[in-house]
């Protein structure tokens, strides 16, 4: 049972550089949701999309933005990469009325 | 703007042991309150959740009660494993439990033999 995969799971950037992480919902899960964990600190929510459409959003800049595909996959881009953007981004998936579906996140370091 | 506080920040218990771990929240219309448990180099993973209308939910050795006129809810975990030893994050949302979760900050539990 494939579960939440996200790609890739560490990735290197310059800060300046633009990035995208990419992911794979559960089977049968249409709503993807990105949260973003800093080290020792809890995720912090992004964005949500359904329909393949931004329905709720976190506060983050417009650097960050997204996007869902018909297969319900999604990405995340974050432009104008900063050292803060260091951190653990998790992607989940859910149907709207049950809970989430976890994936092992994408590692990004800023350098 | 924090509105989910969780303490504390790490908790040290021996093997049988029982593992304790608060949070208080601001927001009234949260009325979903999940815990989710995250190993080293993985997601977070669903452990229970509870919605306001009961003041306990017990599943296995764990057990969430709620106090809604506090506005805090608590993870118990009876007979602590050495296997539990994990980071725990409370949560919180309104709606459905699709909706956009609100964290803690988490709470690194160890286990000794």
């Known amino acids: 049972d494939a579960g939440v995969t996200q790609s890739p799971t560490h990735l290197i950037k310059t800060r300046g550089q633009q990035v995208t992480l990419r992911c794979s919902p559960k089977?049968?899960?249409?709503?993807v949701s990105w949260y973003q964990q800093a080290l020792g600190q809890g995720p912090q929510f992004i964005f949500q999309?359904?329909?393949?459409?931004?329905?709720q959003r976190g506060n983050f800049p417009d650097r960050f933005s997204g996007h869902q595909f018909p297969n319900y996959s999604s990405e995340l881009n974050v432009n104008a990469l900063l050292l803060g953007d260091s951190a653990l981004y998790l992607c989940?998936?859910?149907?709207?009325?049950?809970?989430?579906?976890f994936g092992s996140g994408t590692r990004l370091t800023v350098v | 703007q924090q509105q989910v506080k969780q303490s504390p920040q790490s908790l040290i218990v021996q093997k049988g042991g029982i593992s304790i771990i608060n949070c208080a929240y601001e927001?009234?219309?949260?009325?979903?309150f999940p815990w989710y448990q995250q190993f080293p180099g993985k997601g977070p993973a669903l452990l229970i959740a509870i919605r306001p209308d009961v003041s306990e939910k017990k599943e296995g050795r764990f057990t969430i009660s709620f106090n809604k006129s506090a506005k805090q809810f608590s993870l118990h975990i009876m007979d602590s494993q050495p296997g539990d030893s994990a980071t725990y994050f409370c949560?919180?949302?309104?709606?459905?439990?699709?909706?956009?979760?609100?964290f803690g900050e988490g709470t690194q539990l160890t286990v000794n033999p």
């Open positions: 989940a998936s859910s149907l709207w009325t049950n809970g989430y579906t």
């Open positions: 089977s049968g899960h249409d709503t």
């Open positions: 927001n009234t219309a949260f009325d979903y």
């Open positions: 999309y359904y329909e393949e459409e931004e329905r």
């Open positions: 949560a919180a949302s309104k709606g459905t439990s699709g909706s956009r979760l609100t």
